[in-house]
């Protein structure tokens, strides 16, 4: 079945700092891949996507490439702020028998100190 | 503005109820999910719903059940059933196109306590 594997937090870092999460899937075909955030208290907020090989997502300063050679769709930040501080979750969503599912990882957790 | 709302943002239950959590989505998406988020597990599909007057089992459905009578609504109800329903409770909905992997939109969640 489809599944989706990235890195446990929690991941600290100090503000400016470089910011990698690391996501792998497992899926036939050719899944779309999603990086959602979630803030305290709130749902989850769609930070960026990508829907074919080599295709870059990219919002509010984070990329990820989909990389079908490495099954990955890694996370990045040059410079992290206080603000972005949040748990992150990537995602596919592959059609399968007819239906739709979103298959999320476990998330990992940002805390960004000043 | 178009979007999902979830309603309440806290719910508390005494054990032996049942209680009925609301999503409601002017999108005009047809396809509707129902999540369970607790702490280090990531989102559970509990039900999900591709069309009007129908609706699946996700993984984890045990206990609870839901209806889809119109395509703007997707109710869940969480029965006494549920042996641990204290959780957050996400809904989504996303447009369902076939052969097009898209994107879902959630709601803000609601955050059940059994008291």
């Known amino acids: 079945g489809n599944s989706v594997t990235q890195m446990e937090g929690p991941v600290t870092l100090s503000e400016e700092a470089f910011l990698t999460i690391n996501c792998t899937y497992t899926?036939?075909?050719?899944?779309?891949l999603f990086w959602y955030v979630q803030y305290p208290g709130e749902g989850l907020q769609l930070l960026l996507k990508a829907t074919k090989a080599d295709d870059k997502g990219s919002n509010k300063g984070f990329e990820a490439t989909y990389r079908k050679e490495t099954t990955s769709f890694h996370l990045e930040k040059g410079s992290v702020q206080v603000s972005d501080s949040a748990v992150y979750f990537c995602?596919?969503?592959?059609?399968?028998?007819?239906?739709?599912?979103?298959?999320f990882g476990k998330g990992t957790k940002l805390t960004v100190n000043p | 503005d178009g979007g999902i709302t979830q309603s309440p943002k806290y719910l508390f239950r005494k054990e032996g109820q049942n209680v009925t959590l609301s999503c409601e989505q002017n999108l005009n998406h047809d396809a509707m999910y129902w999540y369970r988020q607790d702490p280090g597990q990531g989102l559970r599909l509990i039900y999900y719903s591709q069309i009007v007057n129908d609706f699946q089992k996700g993984d984890i459905a045990e206990g609870y059940s839901v209806s889809r009578e119109k395509k703007e609504s997707f109710p869940l109800t969480v029965t006494s059933a549920q042996k641990n329903p204290t959780a957050f409770y996400l809904c989504?909905?996303?447009?369902?196109?076939?052969?097009?992997?898209?994107?879902?939109?959630f709601g803000q969640g609601t955050r059940l306590t059994v008291v």
């Open positions: 989504a909905s996303r447009i369902s196109v076939e052969g097009l992997n898209t994107e879902a939109f």
């Open positions: 995602a596919l969503s592959r059609a399968q028998g007819g239906s739709e599912k979103l298959v």
């Open positions: 899926a036939t075909g050719y899944p779309s």
